[in-house]
């Protein structure tokens, strides 16, 4: 028999090891939002930023709607506004006018927008010479057990 099958699945031990690893997760996306907030001082706390600034270089010319920008961040639209006020403000976005509906604006990084998310990508996709290179079905593994344990987390919490 495999030793993995003698070990208990649940139990005091277990359950402080699960702990942990939620403890580990948790401190990991608060360094993560924390360096990247020195990045782009206008996230007010909201860690998603950087990653919907991803969609919206990724969305090139076509851009993203302003109600959308806010939808992706879980924000209503008064919330959004504010926010893409300071991405304009910080000269990461600019609004245009949507070509069709002028009560549309579109967002769209600037040069500096991009460069700033392009260099903030390329840091998180940098693997430190100290750690082994994930293959990708290892990064596949690992994003599909965290997302299974925060939807599990979620139903109970």
Known sequence: MPQSALQPTSGPDVDEDIFEAYHDIVMAGEILAEAMHRRIPAMDGHGLVPFVL??????????????????????????????????????????EAHPNDRRVNMLRLTPHGDALIDSIFAALTRTPT????????????????ISGYATIADRYL
């Open 54 to 95: 991803r969609k919206l270089q990724k969305a090139g010319r076509r851009g993203l709607s302003q109600v959308e920008f806010a939808r992706l961040l879980g924000r209503s639209a008064s919330s959004g506004t504010r926010l893409v006020d300071t991405l304009e403000k910080a000269g990461i976005v600019r609004r």
């Open 130 to 145: 100290d750690l082994p290179h994930m293959k990708p079905s290892d990064v596949s593994s690992f994003r599909a057990q």
